[in-house]
């Protein structure tokens, strides 16, 4: 039997080192210590606690959430080649028509 990946719209942000703001959630984050940065050298790498430990993140790597809870960094590439902009779906209903009575 085939399986397809039921489709579960996520929150991301991909990661620039600073240079434009972050969002209010990945700010909550580092407000409540859940995400922190290290300098080495003249590369400013980014620590984020998920449910599976601590993860490293660089630059141009993305942070996502499902749930607003579990976070978790994913590569630029990989990211790139698994999610597509999230536009939910629409069911259209159908119109009821007047009966001439």
Same mark, same amino acid.
């Given at each position: 039997?085939?399986?397809?990946?039921?489709? !579960?719209? $996520?929150?991301?942000?991909? @990661?620039?080192? #600073?240079?434009?703001?972050?969002?209010?959630?990945? +700010?909550? *984050?580092? /407000?409540? #210590?859940? *995400? @922190?940065?290290?300098?080495?050298?003249?590369? *400013?790498?980014?620590?984020?606690?998920?449910?599976?430990?601590?993860?490293?993140?660089?630059?141009?790597?993305? !942070?996502? +959430?499902?749930?607003?809870?579990?976070?978790?960094? !994913?590569?630029? /590439?990989?990211?790139?080649?698994?999610?597509? !902009?999230?536009?939910?779906? $629409?069911?259209? +209903?159908?119109?009821? $028509?007047?009966?001439?009575?």
């Amino acid at each position: 039997m085939k399986y397809v990946k039921k489709q !579960i719209p $996520v929150e991301a942000f991909q @990661w620039d080192a #600073g240079r434009t703001a972050n969002p209010s959630w990945v +700010t909550k *984050l580092a /407000d409540d #210590g859940k *995400l @922190w940065f290290k300098r080495r050298g003249d590369t *400013l790498i980014g620590y984020i606690n998920t449910v599976s430990g601590v993860a490293q993140f660089n630059e141009g790597d993305y !942070i996502v +959430t499902a749930d607003g809870k579990d976070v978790y960094p !994913i590569k630029k /590439d990989v990211f790139e080649q698994t999610y597509d !902009i999230y536009k939910p779906v $629409v069911k259209k +209903t159908k119109k009821k $028509v007047a009966k001439d009575g």
